[in-house]
């Protein structure tokens, strides 16, 4: 027997909450969660992007390969477990246990290029254009729109073609559906970080110049030069920023490829008339980028103001055994954009009960039944009482309910065939026979 009977015991007074940094999304915010998914899914799929599903874990050395063995993400904030079912012996073979352990996907690029490589996409005709949506985890310390799990909605396009025209394009998407759902005082930086011929000269010269600086530094930069020093130019420490505002800078040290390639995004930019802002000093904190990254920050967020990320990774299918491939695209923050829309008072107020049928009288419950079925098949929001009430009780209830509409169905319209519509928000009462009924009220959710 296992010990669930045991651990049922001891907590049979306990008050069990969401786990920290976890939440329940519940209605009606869960109907903006799904508009906002749906408009995605919709815009996507205008740009001929088709839905990927992923699994939820994947090998913790694909996340360790991927993002970055050094990075936030990877050595400090991935729930790791074993998939062994614990044999002594087993557990005693560092080696074998190791190879089983898997994460929680912390984000969804790497399994993407996993499945490209997996699935010999590369063989496909065209670039592989490929949207997800779903949960994602990360050890974070929770904080307003920060948590353990979050949403995302990504998209990719992976192929051999590095145009800077994807680039701009997937930009140009984005910025659609954000411009759909009202998330628009945003802002969008963009920043080329070079490529394997130029980055590793510049990131010497970083940390040459950062060693020389070290004293001045907090310890979290101190350790990130010998690390990883391009994340030293992420810090947000007030002491640290004078400090880093005179370090060289990557667009005096890109290579002419990347050179061009990023004047050429800006130029293709323009072109689609996407307003942008550059900053030197986007680095992102995942190792798998190349050329260009990008972020959008939104309003009415605080610290946690990142809305959306992304950027090039040519190499990263490669690096994970795959074909020379090369990559770009993005994920956006779903609990942040939300948040961000709420609090800018654009959210549309969606769904809600339409119809509440008030019937009184046993006699008048099959007539109920009935009708709750065809309004329901007409595409209306329907509340059918399951046991009978007292007229006002009922009315009552359809107000609180927040209802546009009360069907009342008594023996007067049971006799003559007819029902009584009152619009709850005026009191407005027009008795109507079903074919009727069903014409308006189709009508109004149709305005
Ligand atoms: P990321 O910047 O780590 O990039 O995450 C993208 C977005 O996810 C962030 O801008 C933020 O809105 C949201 N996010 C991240 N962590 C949290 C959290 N703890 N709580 C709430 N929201 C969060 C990536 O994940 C890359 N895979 C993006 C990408 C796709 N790059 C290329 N393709």
Known sequence: MCGFSRWGQMSERKQFRAIKGTRDILPPDSALWNWFEHTAREVFESYNFGEIRLPIFESTDLFARSVGTETDIVSKEMFTFSLSQGSEEKQADDEARQSELVSLRPEATASVCRAYIEHNMQALPGNQRLYYIGPMFRRERPQKGRYRQFYQIGAEVLGQSDASAIDSEVLEMLLVFFNRVGLTRTTLYVNSIGDKNCRPQYVELLREELRKVKDKLKEDSQRRIETNPLRVLDSKIPDEQPIIEKLPRISDHLCEDCRAHFAKLKEDLNLRRIDY???????????????????????????????????????????????????????????????????????????????????????????????????????????????????????????????????????????????????????????????????????????
């Open 277 to 447: 802002k550059e900053n030197w000093r986007l680095v992102r904190g995942l190792d798998y980028y190349t050329r260009t990254t990008f972020e959008v920050t939104a309003e009415g967020l605080g610290s946690q103001n990142a809305v959306c990320g992304g950027g090039r990774y040519d190499g990263l299918v490669e690096l994970l055994g795959g074909p020379p491939t090369k990559g770009i695209g993005f994920a956006i923050g779903t609990d942040r954009s939300i948040l961000s829309i709420e609090e800018s008072g654009n959210a549309p107020k969606l769904g809600g009960l339409a119809v509440y049928i008030a019937w009184m009288g046993q006699a008048s419950y099959p007539t109920a039944v009935n009708i709750a079925g065809k309004l329901r098949a007409a595409g209306l929001s329907v509340e059918l009482p399951p046991e009978e009430m007292k007229f006002k009780k009922s009315l009552g209830l359809a107000d609180k309910l927040g209802a546009r509409y009360a069907l009342i169905i008594g023996e007067d319209e049971v006799a003559s065939r007819t029902f009584t519509l009152k619009r709850l928000a005026d009191g407005d009462q027009k008795k109507l026979a079903e074919g009727e009924l069903l014409e308006y009220l189709e009508s109004e959710r149709r305005r």
